[in-house]
């Protein structure tokens, strides 16, 4: 049993304390999903925890938005791994005094994001708890996963679509301010990439991870778990029109308040050298999305090196323990 490399900080920190402790009773853990070998393909399974105050606000949010952002996160899990969706499993913790409306609201919303991918609602559990939490369990399946591990030097890294909505969104909402359509959309609705994952892979993907806690965080994980050096180049990143004005606010570049900012669910990939310009403008005809290469991988100790201009920059992201 081999888990994958982490980088570093409180929760992962946590994690491999659970590793150890676990020993052989535990399968490799590290990456977005688990795979178990299954008649000639993988199951790939992963869960995802939203707590109230935590992930969400309810002034922020409609019960609807609530549960298609925690199955959205989960879901994300399995377009990091290249996997098509099967189904979705939720368990709630609802405080006392939940009736059966809202309940059904959160699944509602659940249900629309696991239909949005071809999924569909399991089954799941409930209990009375302190405050709302989600746990949403996914089951998918692929013949190539993509997992964390597999990125060489000379690969190229690309992410798919723009960067910082959620982020510049969640600074309006915590000034009071309203959100436009397309801060709503980012923060709301993010949509699980997929179809996007399925075709990276088909294109060549050695290693694959999604942006729920900001590049900044995620990609020394990818960095740590493939033993590469990767280099980043800030100025490259493709981000949301929201974005320089969020920056602007609390006096960062908006290429680093991109890179910081969480809940993009956007996914960041190592395409080997002979993915080129092309490739990418297929990719956008295909899905309607962007695909930026922003770095590079080489060879050296591993980690992630994030550079303005040239200038290497200290950056820091979403840590649930930090």
């Not at 359509?181 to 923060?187: A, G, K, L």
């Amino acid at each position: 049993m081999t888990h994958l490399d982490m980088a570093g900080g409180p929760e992962f920190d946590r994690i491999r304390a659970i590793a150890r402790a676990l020993g052989s009773g535990a399968a490799p853990i590290g990456d977005d999903c688990a795979l178990i070998p299954f008649g000639g393909e993988f199951l790939a399974l992963s869960t995802d925890l939203t707590v109230e105050d935590v992930h969400f606000r309810r002034q922020w949010l409609t019960l609807d938005e609530i549960g298609w952002r925690a199955a959205a996160s989960a879901l994300s899990d399995l377009a990091a791994e290249a996997a098509e969706p099967i189904g979705l499993l939720a368990a709630l913790s609802l405080p006392a005094g939940t009736d059966d409306a809202a309940a059904a609201a959160i699944m509602t919303g659940m249900g629309a994001a696991a239909q949005s991918v071809g999924a569909e609602v399991l089954g799941g559990d409930l209990s009375r708890g302190p405050s709302l939490g989600i746990a949403a369990t996914v089951v998918g399946r692929t013949r190539r996963p993509v997992t964390r591990a597999g990125a060489e030097p000379g690969d190229g890294v690309w992410v798919t679509g723009q960067l910082g909505g959620a982020g510049a969104a969640l600074q309006s909402l915590q000034r009071g301010e309203s959100l436009t359509p397309e801060q709503h959309r980012f923060f709301a609705r993010p949509e699980p990439r997929v179809a996007a994952g399925i075709w990276l892979a088909e294109y060549g993907a050695r290693a694959m991870l999604d942006l729920s806690d900001g590049i900044a965080a995620d990609a020394p994980h990818l960095a740590a778990a493939s033993k590469v050096a990767i280099s980043i180049h800030l100025e490259l990143l493709p981000c949301a029109d929201a974005v320089c004005q969020a920056g602007d606010r609390i006096g960062v570049a908006p290429e680093q308040f991109a890179a910081e900012g969480g809940e993009d669910y956007e996914l960041l990939a190592a395409m080997p050298p002979s993915f080129t310009i092309e490739h990418a403008d297929q990719f956008t005809a295909v899905h309607g999305l962007p695909l930026t290469r922003i770095g590079e991988v080489a060879q050296g100790a591993a980690g992630a090196t994030f550079l303005l201009h040239g200038a290497p920059i200290r950056l820091s992201g979403f840590d649930h323990f930090a």
